[in-house]
Antibody, heavy 118, light 110 residues
């Protein structure tokens, strides 16, 4: 059974940093592209960043230059380093496993809440 | 890039059919078949219900179906059941490994 377990969320002041982790199990982690998707309180879903199997990295315009996605295949873990955080980054951050061929986000974690506030 | 356009809410009675539309542009929905639909119950993570416009993942009821016409995709749920009450989001590939979601539609089963 595929499991994705996010951690690292919490309360941070504007301008601060936070690193999210996503521990993956139940599949061969290194064989799949992974993405982060977020959801602001009471709002819709927003794709944040993707990391392909060969290591290509992609970001939404809203986070480019501030967020860094990475993975450690030896630890089956996906990361999201978030710097220069803003109030509008407040959201539940979901770790997702992309289906082969990028046809969908086929598995989701339970999410971790990041709150940016003074 | 702007979010895809979905109606804020739809409703239907048990046993009825409903359709949720999702409109994009020629740069996203109109250019790719990589469109998926997600169901989200309150406080839960989203779940993929349709991928590649019309395909259902294993385990998803055949009451859920998808279609596309031009820059608009649609999700149809037939034989509405109380457990179908949830938020639904469309999502389209938008090129350069970017993804666009719709604003979400709240489905109420009356």
């Amino acid at each position: 059974e595929v499991q994705l377990l996010e951690s690292g969320g919490g309360l941070v002041q504007p301008g601060g940093s936070l690193r999210l982790s996503c521990a993956a199990s139940g599949f061969t982690f290194s064989n799949y592209a992974m993405s982060w998707v977020r959801q602001a309180p009471g709002k819709g879903l927003e794709w944040v960043s993707a990391l392909s199997v060969p290591g290509n990295i992609y970001y939404a315009d809203s986070v480019r230059g501030r967020f860094t996605i990475s993975r450690d295949n030896s630890k089956n873990t996906l990361y999201l380093q978030m710097n220069s955080l803003r109030a509008e980054d407040t959201a539940v951050y979901y770790c997702t496993k992309e289906a082969i061929g990028a046809v969908s986000f086929e598995n989701w974690g339970q999410g971790t809440l990041v709150t940016v506030s003074s | 890039q702007s979010a895809l356009t979905q109606p804020a809410s739809v409703s239907g009675s048990p046993g009825q059919s409903i359709t949720i539309s999702c409109t994009g542009t020629s740069s996203d929905v109109g250019s790719y078949t990589l469109v998926s639909w997600y169901q989200q119950h309150p406080g839960k993570a989203p779940k993929v219900m349709i991928y590649e416009v019309t395909k259902r993942p294993s385990g998803v009821s055949n009451r859920f179906s998808g279609s596309k016409s031009g820059n608009t995709v649609s999700l149809t749920i037939s034989g509405l059941q109380p457990e179908d009450e949830a938020d639904y989001y469309c999502c389209s590939y938008a090129g350069s490994r970017n993804w666009l979601f719709g604003g979400g539609t709240k489905l109420t089963v009356l």
